[in-house]
């Protein structure tokens, strides 16, 4: 396990996880996964050239100088085997004759897809000269390549970084429920503080509501007490005049403190009614603090992602053209390497010649020598005989 120092990149992200998601750090590290990374390149490469291949037969007139005979020749009868096997599918009963047909078509789609191989120059032109249209055929390639790229992840990421990544993704997921949980939060006390403040405002209304009913029921029972009374005092004016007077004097008293009552009840409700407004109005502001607090976070957010997919975008364009540039000097390395193993091929063989020539000659030689030898030899036991033949007469 790395130190804290060494292990944490930036905003505590671990370099596993970012080896992973940034696509500059993924280099094949193994032959085996260079050999898997052309296996899967090739394939990508031959699924756009029989994408493009019923386009260029369409407008084979116009492309046939830039193909050349051969190519040209290969995409006729290519297309002459897909008409032979259109009309044995409109006829039933050739299924044997049409399997035939059809492993024809197959070795005849091989031998063109090696011919546009063999030429990644005259592709990569076709490439940008023939326009088709997008089609289900993009959508398996584009996931095609993402496989490629998620099979290149997997050859290269190791398990510790695969652990690292997945207890990264998961505290990511946490960090984003916990924060939609406190949100959540807020905006339900937010929601109750708004209901119980509505609550109580209507409350308040109701209540003042009644007052005024119950103020209105008080004032005309009051005038219809006064209208009985001086009709009283009317008729009882001669024999009880005195009396008549006191119950006046002592109602108008009444009168006047049930209105003093009515102006303590009114300026009482006035304050409690501007203390109601006061705190409707720093909710309403704490309300709006928070809205614009709430804004100003989103913005910052939505401004930080912004800038991480203009990164990402500019990152992928910069992997697609070195990928572009890569099979380009992939297939000239391959070229080069070849002509590489013939003239070694030539020099191993004028080496068996010349070792061949020498065998030859020291063969040659031996012989010879020993040729003369004998020769010697022989002439020697002439002489040697003749010797003996004159001692005897």
Known sequence: MATP????????????VMKVLDPRQLKPDST??????????????????????????????????????????????LQKLSMKIQDMLAS???????RAVEQCLKCSLRNTLRLFLANPLLYHGLK??????????????????????????????????????????????LRIEKNTEAMSAVQAELEAAIQTRDEEVNSKDKKIENLKTSMENLAKECKADIQQITQEGEKQQQEDEKASQDRCARLEQDVLRLRAQFKALVLEHRASELVLRKKKCKTEKEIEKWVQKYDIDMAEKQATYEEVEAVYNEEKAQLALLMERHALLLQEYTAIEEERRMLKEKA?????????????????????????????????????KGK??????
């Open 5 to 16: 120092k060494s292990g944490r990149g930036k905003a505590g992200i671990p370099l596993g």
């Open 32 to 77: 085996e996964t260079e050999r898997v990374l052309t296996v899967f390149d090739e394939t990508i490469v031959k699924l756009e050239i029989t994408r493009l291949i019923p386009r260029i037969i369409g407008s084979l007139e116009r492309f046939s100088r830039m193909l050349g005979p051969e190519i040209t020749n290969s995409l006729l009868e």
């Open 92 to 98: 039933p009963g050739l299924e044997e004759k049409r």
């Open 128 to 173: 940008y000269e023939v326009w088709v249209r997008e089609s289900p055929a993009d959508v398996f390639i584009k996931a095609f390549k993402e496989f490629r790229d998620f099979t290149l992840e997997r050859l290269l990421t190791s398990p510790d970084e695969e652990k690292e990544k997945i207890q990264f993704i998961e505290d990511i997921s």
């Open 348 to 384: 191993e063989e004028a080496a068996r010649e010349a070792a061949r020539r020498n065998d030859a000659a020291t063969y040659i030689q031996a012989f010879w020598k020993g040729y003369l030898v004998r020769s010697i030899y022989k002439s020697k036991l002439k002489k040697g």
């Open 388 to 393: 003996g033949r004159g001692r005897g007469k």
